[in-house]
Structures are given as structure tokens and as C-alpha cells.
């Protein structure tokens, strides 16, 4: 049954989070930051953000500084919109899986490319 709440608990955060980074958040630092899930603690006091960044690894690197800064004021506005006995520790971690997609899409289309060439070349 724990692991249910810790759960619905991740998902209102993950919404709320989301929320706070695109309306609260003011920092210019901040790029276009994508929330791709929210990990909490069994016992509810910490939670792992994970956020993917669009843009450069320093620019990357730069949102995710940024944020981790701003954790506590997440955490305290996070305080007042949820009601919660105790409101999670947040840290942002990075996650390079929207990256990493984008790379294997590509490599694929490149193959693609290179596929439909060779067949167009063989029919000629």
C-alpha cells in the first residue's frame, strides 16, 4: 500500500513541479527543462526529480545548477499548494533519455536514408 501512495504522491509532484518551473521560476539560467518523472522515497521524504534539457550539455548543466538551487523554494511553495505532513526533500537529477532517444531516431533515419538509396540505386 506504500508503494501506491508514493506513487500518487510522484505524479501530483511531477504536475506540480512542472507547474512551478514554467509559471514560478524566473531564473534566466533555467532553459526549456522537460520533467520526465518524479522518484519518492518509500517513507515519503525524498524525492528525485528527473528533467531533461534541450540545448548544449553546458546549458544543460546550467538549468540543472539552477534548479537544484531553487529546490528549496520549490520545496516551500510545494508546501502550500499540497497538503502533506512533511513535504519532501526535491533534488533534480539529470536524465539523458529524451537525448538519447533523439540520437537513436536519428541514426535510424540515417540507416532509412541509406537503405532506400541502395534499393533506388539496385532498380536502376
Known amino acids: 500500500m506504500s508503494k501506491h501512495r508514493s506513487n500518487r ?3 501530483t509532484l511531477k504536475e506540480e513541479i512542472s507547474q512551478l518551473i514554467r509559471v514560478e521560476l524566473k531564473d534566466p539560467r533555467i ?6 518523472s518524479v522518484d519518492v522515497a518509500d517513507d515519503l521524504a525524498h524525492a528525485k526529480v528527473y528533467v531533461s534539457v534541450l540545448g548544449s550539455e553546458e546549458e544543460g548543466k546550467e538549468s540543472l545548477d539552477a534548479l537544484n538551487r531553487a ?3 520549490v520545496r516551500s511553495e510545494l508546501g502550500k499548494r499540497i497538503r502533506l505532513r512533511h513535504v519532501p ?3 533534480f537529477k539529470y536524465d539523458p533519455s529524451i537525448q538519447h532517444g533523439a540520437h537513436i531516431a536519428k541514426l ?6 541509406s537503405d532506400d538509396s541502395s534499393k533506388e540505386e539496385s532498380h536502376e
Do not use: M
Not at 532553459?31 to 520526465?36: A, I, M, P, Q, S
Not at 535510424?108 to 536514408?113: E, N, P, S
Open 108 to 113: 535510424l533515419r540515417d540507416v532509412g536514408v
Open 71 to 73: 529546490a528549496g523554494f
Open 89 to 91: 526533500a526535491i533534488v
Open 31 to 36: 532553459g526549456f527543462v522537460t520533467l520526465t
Open 9 to 11: 504522491l510522484a505524479e
